[in-house]
């Protein structure tokens, strides 16, 4: 079988920027059949409940392309880095659900992209860290490493196609004790 290419690259203009803005969390399997089209996802058959958390800075979305010519075999590692803000009990008792969970997780960039870690297989919480801080500037919060090892790169979502749920508890970290 021959892979034939299908198109060149002209270099694009200098405007996209890095980060990430905000991670959603959905059940595994809440997805349904996923509508893929030219790479994007347009459309879910469930109803997935989807649980968002604002980040800013240091938090980053990296795929991996693992691919063996002796073993004919490619597949794409997702990993999602996060860093979450300010010690809470709340937001503390929530990463213990996700850690022992395998949840499908959309991630907003500032560009305006979402993309979907864990579409077939879920995400894993492969690390993470609960740190207060050693000096007075320090980050005192939480970070997290989710991995999702899938056939293809993290989709492109189409936006309207994430939606938040604004009825569910939010944590509120500046409250005491979230």
């Known amino acids: 079988m021959s892979c034939l290419l ?5 270099l694009p203009c200098k405007k996209s920027v890095g980060g990430l803005k905000s ?6 399997g809440t997805l349904g059949a996923s509508t893929i089209v030219a790479g994007e996802i347009t459309a879910f058959a469930g109803t997935p409940e989807w649980f ?13 392309i693992n691919s063996s ?9 997702q990993t999602l880095n996060a860093t979450l803000t300010t010690l809470d ?7 213990k659900l996700i850690t022992s969970s395998r949840p499908h997780v959309a991630v907003e960039d500032y560009n305006g992209n979402y993309f979907l870690v864990g579409l077939e297989h879920g995400a ?7 740190v207060s801080g050693a000096a007075m500037g320090d980050m005192s919060g939480f970070t ?3 991995e999702g090892q899938e056939l293809s790169p993290a989709y492109f979502v189409t936006p309207a196609v994430i939606t938040a749920d604004t009825s ?8 005491p004790n979230g």
């Open 6 to 10: 299908t198109s060149g690259r002209t």
């Open 23 to 28: 991670i959603l969390f959905a059940d595994y």
């Open 52 to 64: 968002k958390f604002d980040i800013k800075g240091n938090s980053s979305l990296e795929t991996t």
């Open 69 to 77: 010519r002796e073993n004919g075999s490619t597949f794409y590692t």
């Open 89 to 95: 009990k709340a937001t503390q008792e929530e990463i």
């Open 124 to 130: 894993e919480v492969t690390g993470g860290t609960i």
């Open 144 to 146: 997290l490493t989710l």
């Open 168 to 175: 569910a508890t939010v944590i509120n970290p500046q409250t």
